[in-house]
């Protein structure tokens, strides 16, 4: 309520005290390609009235009459400087060029984007772009935007070659994941060794670990914005690299006479061409590829399309035996639209989808598994003086699942045809959110987000005796599958159960002195799609399932404080956070679940809840020869599942107990040095407390062999993990008059090679009879040479 | 065939550049308990008297000198539909047995142990089994097409969830290989299950060739020795590998009436079954 008062204070002292005003506004984009940039500040000199360019580069200032200085900048750019007499509202559009310096002498690497705003109040928000990403040393020369972000504190995932990656202790579904705002619901090419994100097409990314804006939700743990470049405006240029793993092509352009623009990017793995030349390998096929395409067209000053689209599949064909692909299609046609000076809207309608099916020839199954959405977007951001910005908007998702189809592939197939149940969902929020500057040093984000979730009918729904589809065995101790009373079929028109979420999110941000600030935050957030998996790792084949009748929402408290200081004189820059999170219905699986073809997952799940603490330190050094990060992560991740309705103690006894992504200690130090024009060095060090996992403590014999009995679950830990990788990029650089540029990255991945540990696993040696641990370790040194190129 | 598609995501896993090796380990041990392995099987068309029981303690994960056999329990098993009662007298060797079994398909039975002054209790119900109508070898089927397999036919009863246990062995192995199977996806069809070896050096495994004998047991086994055993085959054959679902503490039917706390690992299984041989030519 204070707040609302707030706010209607500055909408009333406005209106009352109101001088005179005007609003300059325009775009700010990058003069060499003509690509918007996000971040860039615009700034009245002699007065703190400054404006932020969004992420369409799109900037507003409105000031008392007059004549001003207006500076134009954005760090690794050249500064501009304009004056301007403001006695009407005008619109002034701005081309920045990279600094000259950057081509000899010193490479400043980070971009202002990526150092900390001492006065904002966001927080817990990590910014790399494309640069920064291309430049880290990368497994087969595969530069990962994923693997990149694992580099920064709180950042991990579950192992080489598991998908996705886990923040601040969460699960990998609990990151919603954004290519030019569409849902990827699997990142990961190769089940997690590559991601699906072409460097080569990304602009920027943006990992959001706390304080998530309220224009986001969905999701609990993180956000990952992914954003796809625009395309050159200004000529037709190719870019590409050739590497040991994939080969890259993108192809931007100029179109409709300098009104638009457009990108299209290919890559394709070529390892099953390597296959093909070896005879026990003639038949398999493994290989992924990726197409990202944008476009844009300015119809006018006030009205802009931007259409763009992403397409990619993983496909593996071994011996004609298993046939499995997979993949994410998305697309988004955003129309940005200036209604005013002041007012600035964007409307997208979104589709994406993620499919995967499973050919097995020797029992002639075909298993098809998919999720689609449909997102209709409406944001909007209204400059409304210089010390308020108002974002709001709304948006409606419309879900359609199907969980699994399992068809005969032939008449002889001892399969019958089994098909789960399609899954329907619609997911609408409303948000506001505004940035208001309460004195010269203290800045506040207020945010609020209401979210509504109807699972709808169009299927049948189980009920269950006592309404227990999980029971506790008291005899034997253990979960059941309750017993089935009957099904009660909804139709598409009905809604079968609705959730909602007030979401809150705060953030302060109170600065010390001009180089130092004190943050805090408080989020709150809702999920309404859970994926299902109770495997070590996240696989293609874990399907996604919506909140409904015995499925809760899953919601989480955030609250985290931090420290940030600036030392501009030599580019370093400090950030110490803590945070303490607690998501409550979070799913974990009975012992013995069986998920697969299961179209009562409730029989096999207990609502359990979660809570993760840490702290963390990022220094970085983003300025001269020199740069690069270290990242420290103290931290504890558990989870508790009590039996509720379903009785009994619990999982695991009812106790607390580690996730799979917990790391009590995590560090990662990621360094750069530019030798001269010609060469250039980085490496990444990481290391990382083990993995929980359950050990056996004991064995026993049945049926003649040794049957290992466990201990509690995720009691012990794999052996720690830490890697070192190194990389050299070397620029001819001979005939620099000459358009077509090339460069050589040489690297070396896992330096000392070590084995670090995928998995143990225990079993019985079918030569000795002994019981034994068995370590799959999976990359061990690896060297690359990636060629790039751009013309 | 079990669609282990976890099986199948390890093959492909496998391909890229992993290495496997055996290390050194620390695990912790817990208290031994006490293992029922009573596995009262009736072969089809035999008298099904002669039965046995094995008692053992559970011994620490790497542990190979124990001897664990349990000796000085008193076992009884009782029809509970006739309250025939069959007492198995310990040969003080861990195993405990009796010629007098009496199996009657469907009857419900149940095991009582008494031990250490504690007394377990277990019940299952002994459950019929289908014939095998077809045992062949093939080189085409399988997952590798230049090996031979052998392949199983049997026709699961329709408008009844069936549930079956394999036992393969081939004579001169260390292991048998067990497998479980619903009829999940399968129900009323002829179902055909095969097994085929790979030439594996490091398992010191090698492909079957003509001259080599095998034997296939089927069981029918109850929907919750399924969920039982389906666990602890698929823990026994992943054992934490990266797609292998959370490992957990395996409980069997038979329960500590003295003190739950200490509940014994095992089960109490009754069941009818089948067996073929066969020696590929």
């Keep these: ?791 | 065939m079990k669609i282990n598609i976890y099986v199948i995501l390890l093959a492909i896993f496998g391909i890229f550049m992993s290495c496997e090796d055996v290390i050194d380990v620390e695990v912790t041990t817990a208290t031994p308990r006490l293992v029922i392995e009573a596995s009262l099987d009736w072969e089809k068309g035999t008298l099904g008297n002669e039965q046995l029981i094995k008692l053992s303690m559970s011994t620490p994960y790497f542990d190979v000198t124990s001897d664990s056999g349990v000796s000085g329990a008193s076992v009884k098993v009782t029809n509970t539909n006739s309250g025939e009662e069959f007492l198995f007298e310990d040969q003080n060797d861990g195993t405990y047995t009796t010629s007098n079994f009496v199996p009657v398909l469907n009857d419900s039975y149940t095991l009582e142990v008494v031990y250490n002054n504690q007394t377990y209790l277990g019940s299952e119900t002994l459950m019929p089994v289908t014939d095998i109508t077809n045992v062949t070898q093939s080189v085409e089927g399988g997952f590798d097409d230049e090996l031979l397999e052998l392949n199983v036919y049997f026709n699961d009863p329709a408008d009844e969830e069936n549930y079956y246990f394999f036992r393969y062995y081939e004579e001169g192995d260390l292991f048998p290989l067990l497998a479980d199977l619903s009829d999940e996806f399968f129900n009323g069809n002829e179902v055909h299950d095969f097994w085929e070896k790979q030439d594996d050096e490091d398992n010191n495994e090698e492909a079957f060739e003509p001259g080599d004998t095998v034997e296939v047991s089927l069981y029918g086994i109850s929907e919750r020795y399924y969920n039982y055993v389906r666990l602890l085959i698929e823990q026994y054959y992943s054992g934490g590998d990266p797609f292998s679902s959370n490992a957990a503490q395996l409980r069997g039917n038979c329960v500590n009436q003295t003190n739950p706390n200490n509940y014994p690992f095992g089960y109490f299984r009754v069941t009818e079954f089948v067996k073929a041989s066969y020696t590929f030519e």
């Design chain 1, 1 to 791: 309520m204070k707040h609302l008062l707030c706010i209607a204070y500055f909408l009333f002292s406005f209106s009352v005290f109101a001088q005179e005003k005007f609003t300059i506004r325009g775009t700010i984009t990058d003069a060499s390609n003509g690509e918007t940039l996000m971040g860039a500040t615009a700034f009245l000199q002699g007065t703190d009235n400054g404006s932020v360019t969004n992420e369409y580069g799109f900037y507003s200032l409105t000031a008392i009459k007059g004549n001003y200085t207006l500076i134009i900048s954005y760090m690794g750019y050249e500064t501009q400087t304009k004056q301007i007499s403001l006695d009407k509202d005008q619109t002034i559009n701005f081309e920045l060029s990279e600094s000259a310096t950057a081509l000899d002498e010193v490479v400043i690497t980070a971009e202002e984007s990526e150092q900390i705003n001492i006065k904002k109040p966001e927080m817990s928000v990590a910014k790399l772009n494309a640069a920064t990403i291309k430049q880290m040393p990368a497994v087969l020369g595969e530069v990962d935007v994923v693997k990149s972000i694992q580099m920064l504190p709180g950042v991990t995932n579950n192992g080489e070659g598991s998908s996705g990656f886990n923040v601040r202790g969460g699960a990998a579904d609990q990151n919603l994941v954004l290519l030019d705002e569409a849902i990827i619901y699997n990142t990961s090419h190769f089940f997690g060794f590559f991601s699906v994100f072409n460097s080569d097409a990304i602009k920027d990314i943006k990992l959001y670990k706390g304080d998530i804006p309220s224009k986001f939700g969905g999701r609990v743990s993180s956000v990952l914005d992914v954003r796809q470049k625009e395309g050159n405006r200004k000529n037709f240029n190719l870019t590409g690299g050739i590497g040991l793993i994939s080969s890259r092509l993108t192809a931007e352009s100029p179109i409709f006479k300098d009104k638009g623009s457009f990108l299209i990017a290919g890559r394709t793995s070529y390892a099953h061409l390597f296959l093909k030349a070896v005879e026990d390998f003639k038949d398999d096929k493994i290989s992924f590829y990726d197409l990202n395409l944008k476009a844009n067209y300015e119809i006018n000053s006030n009205n802009k399309i931007y259409l763009s689209g992403y397409f990619g599949r993983d496909v593996f064909n071994l011996n004609k035996i298993i046939e499995n692909g997979y993949g994410n299609v998305s697309g988004n046609l955003r129309w940005n639209h200036v209604f005013t000076d002041r007012l600035f809207s964007n409307l997208s309608m979104i589709y994406s989808k993620y499919d995967y099916q499973i050919v097995l020839d020797f029992i002639e199954l075909d298993w098809i598994a998919d999720i689609a959405n449909y997102n209709l977007k409406y944001d909007l951001k209204y400059y409304l003086n210089d010390k308020l910005d108002l974002d709001f908007g709304v948006s409606g998702i419309s879900y359609l699942l199907n969980p699994g189809e399992v068809s005969p592939t032939s008449s002889e197939s001892p399969i019958n045809y089994l098909k789960l149940d399609d899954k329907r969902a619609f997911e609408g929020a409303a948000y506001i959110s505004a940035e208001h500057q309460i004195s010269k040093k203290l800045t506040a984000q207020y945010g609020l987000r209401f979210s509504q979730f109807m699972r709808l009918g169009g299927q049948a729904m189980t009920t269950y005796v006592n309404d227990q589809p999980v029971i506790f065995n008291d005899e034997l101790e253990i979960y059941e599958r309750g017993e089935a009373l009957d099904e009660i079929y909804y139709s598409k028109g009905e809604t079968i159960k609705d959730y909602n979420g007030l979401e809150p999110r705060l953030g302060l941000s109170y600065e010390l002195n001009s180089a130092s600030s004190l943050k805090a935050s408080f989020t709150k957030s809702t999920q309404y799609l859970h994926l299902l998996s109770n495997t070590a790792s996240v696989t293609p084949l874990d399907v996604w399932t919506p909140s409904g009748q015995y499925i809760k929402p899953q919601r989480s408290t955030q609250y985290a404080v931090g420290y940030y200081r600036n030392f501009s004189e030599k580019g370093y820059a400090l950030e110490l956070e803590t945070y303490y999170k607690t998501i409550k219905n979070r799913i974990d699986y009975i012992d013995g679940s069986d998920l697969i073809g299961n179209n009562n997952i409730e029989t096999e799940i207990l609502n359990g809840e979660a809570r993760a603490y840490g702290m963390e330190v990022l220094l970085r050094k983003t300025k001269g020869k020199f740069t690069g990060w270290l990242a420290y992560t103290l931290s504890k991740s558990e989870q508790r599942t009590l039996g509720g309705k379903a009785g009994g103690p619990g999982i695991n006894g009812g106790n607390w107990y580690n996730t799979p992504y917990d790391r009590t200690h995590d560090v990662s130090v990621t360094a750069a040095y530019q030798l001269n024009d010609k060469w250039s060095f980085s490496s990444n060090f990481v290391f990382q407390t083990g993995r929980p996992v359950t050990y056996p403590n004991g064995q026993y014999e049945y049926e003649g062999l040794s049957i290992a009995s466990y201990s509690n679950r995720n009691r012990d830990r794999l052996p720690q993990y830490h890697r070192l990788d190194i990389s050299a990029v070397y620029k001819p650089n001979k005939h620099p008059e000459r358009r077509l540029k090339g460069e050589w990255v040489f690297g070396i991945y896992n330096v000392y090679n070590r084995r670090n540990a995928a998995s143990i696993s225990f079993g019985q040696s079918k030569v000795s009879g002994l019981n034994e641990a068995t370590r799959l370790s999976i990359f061990g040194i690896i060297p690359s040479v990636t060629y790039n190129f751009k013309f």
